[in-house]
């Protein structure tokens, strides 16, 4: 753990301008020789976004098979500072993210969301995380939801299924669903496929990363709306069923509206 | 033209008024906590309410291309139920440190109580410490009494006056404010309390310096497109559109500006960029975008 610390403070040392960085570790010397005391830590949380600003990092880092990317400055400050109180005062800890998530702004249960595969690696946290994806903030749903690797990780299948049809109803795409592949199951097949009947029925725009959830082993109904997206040529529809057809058994009629190349790369061609 | 709202009680309003109000030109709105109508039945409401004002209602403004600050405080309404009040009290200072909480406030009398008095002065306090800007509200009935009562409780703390605006004023009472340093702010309402042509002439009369108009629109009679319309009266009277911006856009900022937590640049018209979080993916699409492109944006 405290060579992570490190490398995530080397990370927001670079994001940050010396002042910024000058304010941000005097409330690291406070949280490391105060007595631990959630009102303080509540404060110098609050405070921070002001402190060490909202700027994108200047680079990216993996840590425990997961990368801290498209984070901003307080987030990554945020998760730092409940990271060391997790490390420096442990007997509080189990309660603390918790609290902090209930009593934060947005912007901090933001910042605890995309960092939550850090600050609770064994998952005890789900509870709060699949609440957390119950939301109709776009941007706070985003957090948990997209390009973060814990709801693959802690999500029951029932909670990812519903994550992952949230995120086509927010407009949102499942590509930057982490570990999606690894969870497709039957019934998310199943839910997805409803989702877009009923919007080819409403006659409404189709989220053209869907087909990445429906697998035709499972909802082999779903095939004519394959041929169909296929053969009308936007793009985006066209990538996202290739891709998801690659790792899946394509049926006959299926392979027979793909031209060579594409069965090709599909390595699909039949003997 | 560009407005500013400064004190409008939106989470009682509806997404029309938010459609109506920035096609009207708001691109920014302070909502003061304020009381809730009917009495309170636990210290817990305050929480929901205080996490609703900086959540879910920045959240919504934001979908109308609104940016939403808010001020967090006990109402003098609310503070008369002590053993409640004292519980609020203990909640506050976690979100006064909140980003989106620009002022203490509203706080004041209304029946010009003791208990008033005291839970008023203990948010001045807090106001002091947190270095926050602090929003009075000025009771409706013996508003002199009540304003006087204010001001001499702002100079026994020891508030700096240039920290603090007076609302609710009127023709009597703004006399009263006048060479203090405080703000002042004036409700216009479509029936009681000022309307578009009497605060002309309060314009006329005082001039433009740190004069603050709203609509305190709530869940009550009131019409959120009232700042707008003061602008409309402001321009018809003679004023020139700098002088109207000054009025309504400026000083509202920088009063609240105090509070190192809002400026002017940084009132424009909030776009929902997801692909700011998330630069790999064009996340909204497929959605028909909720706010205008940044192309299409006015001033
Ligand atoms: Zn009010």
Known sequence: MSNNLNELALLLQKSCSSQQWQQFTTYQQQLKESHYALSNLQIILASLRRKVGSQSLSTSIDIDDGTVKHWKTDELARVYCILTTQYYHSHCADALLGQLYTQGDEYEREAILKGLWLLDPKGQKSTLAIDAARTNIVTLFSAIGQLNPYPARHFNQEAFNQLTLKTLFLGLDINCILGLKKRLNSSMSRMCFDYLRERIAANRAIPTSIWQAINLKHTPVAEDFFIQFLQNKNPQHHANILSSLKNQTIPATILSVLTKSEKKHLQAIPR | ?299
């Open chain 2, 1 to 299: 033209m560009k407005y500013f709202e400064p004190h409008v009680h939106m989470i009682s309003r509806t997404t029309d008024d938010y459609e109506r109000m920035a096609a009207a030109g708001i691109i920014g709105v302070v909502e003061p906590a304020f009381w809730q109508g009917q009495p309170r039945t636990s210290a817990g409401t305050f929480i929901d309410y205080f996490d609703a004002l900086i959540g879910w209602e920045r959240f919504r403004a934001s979908q109308f291309g609104i940016r939403h600050y808010c001020t967090i405080g006990l109402n003098p309404k609310e503070a008369n139920n002590i053993a409640m009040a004292e519980e609020v009290i203990k909640i506050l200072p976690r979100y006064l440190a909140k980003d989106g909480v620009v002022a203490v406030g509203e706080v004041g009398y209304d029946d010009i109580s003791n208990a008033e008095e005291r839970f008023f002065a203990e948010q001045l306090q807090l106001a002091k410490a947190f270095e926050l800007p602090v929003l009075v509200h000025t009771p409706h009935r013996d508003k002199v009494k009540g304003t006087e009562r204010t001001l001499a409780l702002i100079k026994e703390i020891g508030l700096n006056p240039e920290m603090v605006v007076v609302d609710h004023l009127n023709e009597i009472t703004i006399d009263l404010v006048i060479d203090t340093g405080c703000w002042k702010g004036h409700s216009v309402y479509p029936e009681t309390k000022m309307s578009e042509a009497r605060m002309i002439e309060l314009l006329k009369r005082y001039g433009t310096d740190k004069m603050i108009v709203n609509s305190a629109a709530d869940w009550g009679v009131s019409d959120p497109l009232k700042v707008p319309k003061v602008g409309q009266a402001m321009l018809a009277a003679g004023y020139d559109t700098t002088e109207v911006e000054k009025v309504l856009f400026e000083n509202p900022i920088n009063f609240f500006a105090q509070s190192g937590r809002i400026a002017i640049a940084d009132v424009t018209r909030p776009l929902i960029d997801q692909t700011q979080l998330h630069e790999d993916n064009s996340a909204l699409r497929g959605q028909s975008p909720i706010i205008e492109a940044e192309a299409e944006q006015t001033s």
